[in-house]
């Protein structure tokens, strides 16, 4: 398997804390016809992080990029989860034993009832052989389109 | 052409000296019996003409303020009558009444003319496109680089400020090769360009700005050169000495005051005394040609340094160095003196850190509060978010090392902060102070 089809393309968008944003960010994509998979907004006071994995990242990096939005792509993995709770810290535990640390994760639900969990960690490639070889499952871009 | 006037501007000193005392001893001679307002100062301080004999007797003479121009609002200071006018400018009046200056023939021909000195000294010329960004009116900029433009032959394109597409457009199709403006316009300008998928760099022929009209820092220069690929000069100058006046030689190292028109001097904004050579204070300047306006040391209320080294381009009069604030921008934050100047240096030596900040003053509970909102970059986002709180803490810090006093850094999103076309305002005091 390649390891390069399991890096997953996030979009990471850097927004003031103001009413509306979330909502002008999603308009945005509706007209650049970008589907929004998982979610996730990490809050810091006056600012937050808001990041997306999405169907076409290229073109929701573009269609945000282009409106004035300070916009980047990040390499993350998508796991796939069974028991959610009993898979988080196994996921957790086969990393740290690598040494490999996680910068931040976030799960969410597929339309298929399948637990998703994203993250970023700080080596992605050993990332990718250690959950390899404990038989996780990571998806692709070819599925994230098509969940 | 090295030099516009290479005798004036190269005269020895002792020469320029002996000029400036004539002109002087001229100069209150006129204002005692062309202006009523000179002639009741000079006897409230009990100075008569022919107490001023020599060039330190200058320091004899009483102050002129802004504030003067206003009560005499509109040409209570005039010292010809109307008929001998060919011009008015006036400044916009935020607090209070504006100003009004008036101009003979001859005071517009000395206008151009120290111009014309000054853009020669950059290296413009015939065969440059001069693309003036300045406002044209009431305002000086634009009309008083356009007239000193044209006396040295570059070629002006009026455009003024605003609409910016359209001077990019021109930039591009017509090769300017010089522009005027403010450096807050010339960072909007190349945002702009950028958003147009133009680089100014490299897709235009621009190679010189002439920023001014408010104060900015030598990191600036240094962020404006990099990023736009120009040479970028300061000028100096304020409507109620004509308009833009001056600018720094292509040595980059102060801007040349013409002696032989204008005596400088540097004021201890403390004592009331001049201060000597590259002590920081109080910029005052008499004017020795003027003739519809004359100004006896005229408190511009800016803060400089006086440097009457010779300079490396071979001209003798002196120079100030770069002004780092007006005496009006000062706040006073905890009791600390902060100028928005200081604020913009340390920012732009940050790479990280963007060319659009904002400073507000809020008192919560009594206490000043001052907060730093910069915009994100490209470069220096980050999707996580401990990275860009120690970008804010990084930046807080540098801040206060500096100014004494603590700063709260908020990172902002990018186009979030208003962009101007003419002088940008940077500070919101929202205290009723
Ligand atoms: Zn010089």
Known sequence: MDTEDNILKQISIFAENKPGRLADIADK??????????????EAGEFGIIRMVVDN????????????????????????????????????NSLGEHGINIDYSYAFVTKTEKALLIVRVDDIKGAISVLDDASFKLVDMEEIKHL | MEYWDPHIERMPVDELRQLQEYKLKQLINYVY?????????????????????????????PFTYKQDLRDNYPTGMFCVPNTQLVRFH????????????????????????????????IGIGRGDNMQVSYGYGLFTGGLGLHYGAEEVSASVLPTSAGNTGRQIELMQDLGTSVIACTPSYMLYMNEAAKNMGISIKDDTDLKIGILGAEPWSEEMRKRIEDTTGIKAYDIFGTSELSGPLFTECKYQDGIHIWADQFLVEIIDPDTGEPLPDGERGELAITTLSKEALPLIRYKVGDLTALNSEPCECGRTHPRITRITGRVDDMLVVR???VFPGQIEAVLMNIPEVGEHFQIIVDRVNEMDMMKVQIEMTDTAFSDRVNDI???????????????????????VEQGSLPRTVGKSKKVIDNRNL
């Open chain 2, 33 to 61: 019996s062309h202006s009523p307002f000179y002639k009741k100062r000079l006897d409230d301080a009990g100075i008569k003409p022919e107490d001023i004999n020599s060039l330190e007797d200058v320091k004899k003479l």
């Open chain 1, 57 to 92: 990242p290229d073109k929701a990096y573009e269609s945000l990029h282009n409106t004035g939005f300070t916009v980047s792509e990040t390499n993350v993995l998508g796991i796939e989860m069974e028991d959610v709770p009993g898979s988080l810290s196994n996921i957790a």
């Open chain 1, 29 to 42: 994509l509706k007209n650049a016809d970008v589907n929004i998979r998982a979610f996730n907004i990490a």
């Open chain 2, 335 to 337: 009791g600390v003196n």
């Open chain 2, 389 to 411: 709180i120690s970008l804010e803490k990084k930046v807080e810090s540098a801040l206060k090392s500096v100014l004494n006093v603590s700063v709260k850094v908020e990172l």
């Open chain 2, 90 to 121: 006036a400044s916009s009046g935020t607090s209070g009444k504006p100003t009004v200056v008036g101009y003979t023939r001859n005071d517009i021909n000395c206008w151009a003319n120290s111009l014309a000195r000054a853009l020669t000294s």
